[in-house]
């Protein structure tokens, strides 16, 4: 065309940028309601992600430590008591970790981060309904189970899984997306959760509710409650397990959710079991998932953060572990303002009984809420501090004056 230059021209492309999303929104509808297929496709999710998301990824420190992680359990293969198992876990391990990197990547708006969480929130309402479900057609058994449970997946897995969606809705509120008939959607969907955790009679899922209704009382009265949170935690998961708590058995849960105590499912008979496999090879590990086809009782794994990792990846693996989640929830920037500390207090206070007394370590559905919650700053933007904020003020009002004004006008003194 005349008079238009050529390197005006340019080719309509198509955008495949927001597609990105997309397989890990399908990955968090699917963590609460069927685990299983994560770990079968999860790979392919996160590396579809990755590709439509159209840019390089950003690699952080988090990112980096979750690989490093993985490249150390695949290492435990060379040293493992139970190679086959060894393999399951290393997966595990890699389709957690990549479907983590490739949440923090394409999670760079507002509307992602609420497209995912939602997803999450969908898939733990299909779990919790149908829950509801086999209750109700359970009660016509004369002799009805104690807790309710889905096909496939695990009950503690699922109670879990509930209590995260709490997390995650409480996230939405304090986010605010929406109109106010989705924020009431939000508050109705608190009661299901709640409701359908107590159908799976999950005594860690039942504290941690507790635990973060009293903690968001505490965080009324207190600026900074969200600190104590932290060393609170690694208190607790350090010295119940290594504490001999079996000889002094907590009498407070006696027929909690009418479950009598008896040895608290058999985790005060596992415990020091662990503890002296873990006394073996402390450094390194036995390797990652061996534990259980070595544990004489019954054969289940270690029920406690510390334990399962020690014996998987050893103190080195503990402490990259460590790393990661407190890097993970510094991308949170607690320290920036009120609610970004008390969600990331939440987090830490709901998730400590269950790190103390269940498998949570390799979940998809904790690994891809921990993306969330790195992804804080995007839904909740970080305030500058209040000296920074007045020194931007002064900036823009001489730009507002414009140069003339802006220029100081000559004293009395000086005329």
């Avoid at 999670?107 to 309402?125: D, E, Y």
């Avoid at 939405?172 to 409701?195: M, T």
């Avoid at 998730?351 to 921990?370: D, K, M, Q, R, Y």
């Amino acid at each position: 065309m005349p008079g238009v230059p050529a390197q005006g021209l340019v080719a309509p492309r198509w955008n495949l940028a927001g597609l990105g999303v997309l397989p890990i929104c399908v990955a968090a509808a699917l963590a609460p309601a069927n685990p299983n297929l994560v770990f079968a496709g999860g790979l392919w999710l996160a590396a579809l992600a990755l590709l439509t998301s159209g840019r390089i990824p950003r690699i952080g420190p988090a990112d980096y430590l979750a690989l490093l992680i993985c490249c150390w359990a695949s290492t435990t293969l060379m040293w493992s008591r139970d190679v086959e198992s060894s393999q399951i876990a290393v997966r595990a391990w890699w389709t957690v970790a990549l479907l983590l990197i490739a949440a923090r990547h394409v999670l760079s708006t507002r509307r992602r981060l609420l497209l995912v969480a939602g997803s999450f929130l969908g898939g733990a309402l299909w779990a919790a309904v149908q829950l509801m479900l086999v209750r109700d057609s359970a009660e016509a058994d004369p002799t009805p189970a104690l807790r309710t449970s889905l096909d496939g997946v695990g009950v503690n897995y699922t109670a879990y899984c509930l209590v995260t969606a709490v997390l995650v809705s409480l996230l939405l509120l304090v986010v605010r997306p929406g109109n106010r008939l989705v924020r009431v959607a939000l508050w109705l969907l608190l009661p299901v959760f709640v409701y359908a955790t107590t159908l799976t009679g999950t005594r860690a899922s039942l504290i941690a509710l507790t635990a973060v209704a009293v903690y968001l009382i505490l965080s009324r009265l207190a600026v900074r409650t969200w600190v104590l949170a932290a060393p609170a935690a690694v208190i607790l998961l350090t010295a119940v397990p290594f504490g001999h708590l079996a000889q002094h058995p907590p009498q407070w849960l006696e027929n909690l959710f009418d479950r009598p105590l008896d040895d608290l499912s058999g985790r005060l008979a596992v415990w020091p079991i662990a503890e002296a496999s873990f006394w073996e090879s402390p450094v390194v590990g036995i390797g990652a998932g061996a534990f259980p086809s070595t544990n004489p009782y019954y054969e289940v794994g270690a029920h406690t953060l510390l334990l399962t990792l020690g014996n998987d990846v050893g103190l080195l693996g503990i402490g990259l572990f460590v790393a990661l989640i407190g890097f993970l929830l510094r991308g949170a920037a607690p320290g920036q303002g009120r609610r970004h500390g008390l969600l990331v207090g939440a987090l830490i206070v709901a998730w400590t009984p269950i790190w103390l007394s269940g498998h949570w370590e390799i979940s998809p559905a904790a690994w891809l809420v921990l993306a969330i919650w790195s992804r804080l700053p995007v839904a909740l933007p970080v305030r500058p501090p209040a000296h920074r904020q007045r020194r931007r003020v002064g900036v823009d009002k001489r730009r507002h004056l414009g140069p003339e004004r802006a220029v100081r006008m000559p004293s009395a003194t000086t005329r």
